[in-house]
């Protein structure tokens, strides 16, 4: 009973959890992003008011997220590697979304343009190269025995 072989969640070729997160969180940011439009052509103060909702929700999806790599890559050591890029595009869209809730924080129209739809355009190109490569902020590695 002492020596009994305990499966790793590598070895039970689990998948990855963290891919969930990502696209939830990106979706907020991309919202936002559509708000922030919908705020310029009409003026109307509640497209300000659900961006900066999108942005607080995109996150605590976008730490959910993180949390979930993390576990990933230390339970999965073995199979998975991180591929930088792409980690690096996640947690640079994570902090522009930050600092665009803190811009958003303002009142009236200097909370959207030009520095608050400008941020949300950069997140959008950030999000679709994420989606381009599935989601995945890792890669399979070999594993060899």
Same mark, same amino acid.
Do not use: K, Q
């Given at each position: 009973m002492?020596?009994e072989?305990?499966? !790793?969640? *590598?070895?039970?070729?689990?998948? =990855?959890?963290?891919p ?6 990106a979706?907020f940011?991309l919202g ?6 919908l ?7 509640m497209w300000?008011? $659900? !961006?900066?909702?999108?942005?607080t ?8 997220g993180g949390i979930?790599?993390?576990?990933d ?8 590697? =991180?591929v930088w ?13 930050l600092?665009? *809730? $803190? ?6 129209w200097?909370?959207?343009?030009? !520095?608050?739809v400008?941020i !949300?355009a ?6 679709v190269y994420?989606a381009?490569?599935r989601?995945?902020?890792s890669?399979?590695?070999? *594993?060899?025995?």
């Amino acid at each position: 009973m002492l020596n009994e072989h305990r499966t !790793s969640l *590598a070895e039970t070729g689990a998948r =990855p959890v963290h891919p969930i997160f990502v696209p939830i969180a990106a979706t907020f940011m991309l919202g936002a992003l559509v708000t922030d439009v919908l705020y310029i052509e009409t003026y109307l103060g509640m497209w300000e008011t $659900f !961006s900066i909702w999108l942005l607080t929700a995109a996150m605590i999806m976008a730490g959910i997220g993180g949390i979930a790599l993390l576990v990933d890559l230390v339970g999965r050591r073995s199979l998975f590697r =991180p591929v930088w890029c792409r980690v690096l595009a996640c947690v640079v869209g994570a902090l522009l979304s930050l600092i665009n *809730a $803190f811009i958003h924080s303002r009142d009236g129209w200097d909370a959207v343009v030009p !520095s608050g739809v400008t941020i !949300s355009a950069i997140v959008a190109v950030i999000v679709v190269y994420l989606a381009w490569n599935r989601w995945d902020l890792s890669a399979r590695r070999v *594993a060899t025995r």
